[in-house]
């Protein structure tokens, strides 16, 4: 027998590794041979459970291997394999975060958001007389630096963990907008008590009602602000859905059955899961709008799942007419489940209107669209200034209460300074910072709102029409 090589003794080496990790693999990987989907799927959870094991007895940091640790982060996996932001595993305080937004007080900035990969987080909602409302965020911008970091590569979870707090702290946020305007805003946590219904007569004939989330407590709200609409003689209504992100189903379903005495308002669907498949009707005498009074509902991109549910019902019975901007999209069910001290979301299904159609990932196109004009880069370039300065905040601080002479004057300062800015936008940019200072803002804005002015119009024209007896 001839002597082996150094080389070939490196070969042989080489090819008994690659055996060995070969064996390896498939000693750790499912059977591929399994007889059907559930021996797959035995297979596979066997598998999991020796790498469970493999890691926590014998990863190099024994702090990082920690039994629970494992557990969460598997499942965190698990949940992001489907690349649904709307499924997700959540840890006990994201858990607690859920529990407080569903019951609708929390403690922080009072921002509605989503994930955008690699970005940040939009806004889809800041809710009234809450900070970041009062600091000018609105929703389409989107958080990209909280405290400094970075939020490109943070999860939704962890940012909204940031940003919530002990009341009377303060969180600094970077705001971009649009793609030339960003800015910092300093914001101080307070206990965020989601409003739910806002009401008001306009030149007491129209009734106007805000709906701002769909928590449980907005049906009666609703109830209350119609009956205030009745009382007060009203012959037609506004429905105001914009920067609604949705909210409870039943309670949406509810708000649609007081516009529609009878017939589907949305259907469940899931083709795989048939205990999924729920028909939601209008249940009679539960209607209390006249079927006479016209009905106008305002949507915009932060109108969201149970907003657009109501939307689209009215719209598809002729109960209303739409005017704004198409709607967000969000057309999934997701199933909440408590789990140890934490718990999860999963989407187990997706809304159908009445006319058959899904919104999910889609939205809602208005009857009429109605939208403020774009501004210009040398007008982003001057927002983008006044956003990043004090001017606007020191004349307010100087005259709280300032008269129309003192804006007037005002404005054409800013227009001395360089700010290139319509007069109107900027009277809208003074008055909401007097309203933020004080916290005062009305229920609704006939002197800036050109989607409600456009409502009013309509309505006061008899421009909308009710479906016929």
Known sequence: MRPIGSKERVVWTVVTAVLLAGLAFFALSPRLLAGSAEDETQAYLATIGQIFREIRDNYVDADKAQPKALYEGALTGMFNALGDQNSRFMAAKDWESLSDTVNGSFGGVGLAITKLEKVGAQVTTAFEGT?????GITAGDVIIKVNGDSMADISLNDITARLRGEPKTTVMVTVKRGEHIQFDATLTRDIIELPVV???????????MRITQFTPQAPERARDAIRAFQAAGYTSLILDLRQNPGGVLDAGVEVANLFINQGLIVQRKNERVAAENIIYNARQNRMLVDPR??????VDGGSASASEIVAGALRDYHRASLFGV?????????????????????????YYLPSGVTIDKVGILPDREIKEPDLTDAEQKSLNDLLNGTLIKDFVKATPQPTDDQ???FVASLHAKGILLSDRYLRRLVRDQVEALVNTPPAYDLDFDTVLQAAVKALQNHEITTPSP
Do not use: E, N, W
């Open 326 to 350: 198409k709607t967000y999209g969000k057309g999934s069910v997701q199933t909440v489940q408590p789990l140890g001290d934490g718990g999860f979301r999963l989407t187990t299904s997706r």
């Open 198 to 208: 806002v009401h008001a007569m306009i030149d007491g004939t129209i009734g106007y």
């Open 131 to 135: 900070p970041a409302f009062k600091a």
């Open 293 to 298: 009074i016209p009905v106008v509902v305002l």
């Open 407 to 409: 804006v007037t004057q």
